[in-house]
């Protein structure tokens, strides 16, 4: 009964130590790796700031990761998808080289890559709200949790 215990002990083990190695060798990164919500970027060519909710490091990459609470409905929402943007834009430009970024949604999770179309986009969007580009939606059911409603009019 003894020998039954210790086995049972020593298996408990094994698992911990290969759930240790599964978060340290996996897609996880090591806690040293990691930089959480209190990183602030701020950008010299753009009136652009922001705190990604964490970043990844891996050798002298960085990737934004960005976790949303509702689901995806099976694509990456527009404005989520231009946020992490931003920081990829923010982080390049302030802290080294990125592929890309992930949003993180409650039922699946999108790899945004960064290159010069979505640069394009990001910059030209920041562009546009520069100068003033309203664009009201025709959705009206959107106004009333809008943030902006009050600049609008409507």
């Not at 930089?35 to 990604?52: H, N, V």
């Not at 509702?70 to 943007?85: E, F, H, K, P």
């Not at 949003?103 to 546009?128: A, C, H, K, Q």
């Amino acid at each position: 009964m003894a020998q039954m215990t210790m086995f049972a002990l020593f298996l408990f083990a094994v698992g911990i130590l290969i759930l240790i190695y599964w978060f340290a060798a996996a897609d996880h990164m090591q806690s040293s790796d990691m930089f959480g919500s209190g990183m602030l970027f701020r950008s010299a060519r753009y009136p652009l700031s922001g705190k990604p909710d964490v970043v990844l490091k891996r050798r002298r990459t960085f990737m934004p990761v960005e976790y949303k609470s509702c689901n995806s409905g099976g694509i990456a929402r527009d404005w989520d998808v231009a946020q992490l943007l931003s920081y990829c834009l923010l982080i390049e430009e302030c802290a080294g080289r990125t592929k890309g970024g992930k949003l993180v949604y409650r039922d699946m999770e999108f790899f945004i890559p960064w290159n010069g179309r979505s640069r394009r986009y990001i910059e030209n969007t920041i562009m546009e709200m520069l100068n003033g580009y309203d664009r009201m939606t025709d959705d009206t059911w959107k106004c009333g949790t809008c943030e902006f409603r009050q600049f609008c009019g409507r």
